[in-house]
Nanobody, 116 residues
Framework: QVQLVESGGGSVQPGGSLRLSCASS????????MGWYRQAPGKQRELVAD???????NYADSVKGRFTISRDNAKNTVYLQMNSLKPEDTAVYYC??????????WGKGTLVTVSS
């Protein structure tokens, strides 16, 4: 059974930082492209960042230079370091894993609120 479990969300003031983690089980983590998506109230889910099995990364323009995605294949975990947070970063953040055969799995999400 595939499980992607996010943690690290919370409330932070503008300019602050948070680190999200996504622990996986039931998948061969090392062959999966792992990603973080977010969905703000009233908006569609959007890609924040992803990282390939080889470590290549891709970021949404809105988070470039502020967020960093990384992975630890030994721990089957992907991270999202979020710095210089803005109110518009407020959303539910979802972990995603997909493999080359089209299998796509999601976590349940963790809420990030950026507010003064």
């Amino acid at each position: 059974q595939v499980q992607l479990v996010e943690s690290g969300g919370g409330s932070v003031q503008p300019g602050g930082s948070l680190r999200l983690s996504c622990a996986s089980s039931g998948i061969i983590f090392s062959i999966y492209t792992m990603g973080w998506y977010r969905q703000a109230p009233g908006k569609q889910r959007e890609l924040v960042a992803d990282i390939t099995p080889g470590g290549n990364t891709n970021y949404a323009d809105s988070v470039k230079g502020r967020f960093t995605i990384s992975r630890d294949n030994a721990k089957n975990t992907v991270y999202l370091q979020m710095n210089s947070l803005k109110p518009e970063d407020t959303a539910v953040y979802y972990c995603n894993g997909k493999n080359q055969w089209g299998k796509n799995d999601w976590g349940k999400g963790t809420l990030v609120t950026v507010s003064s």
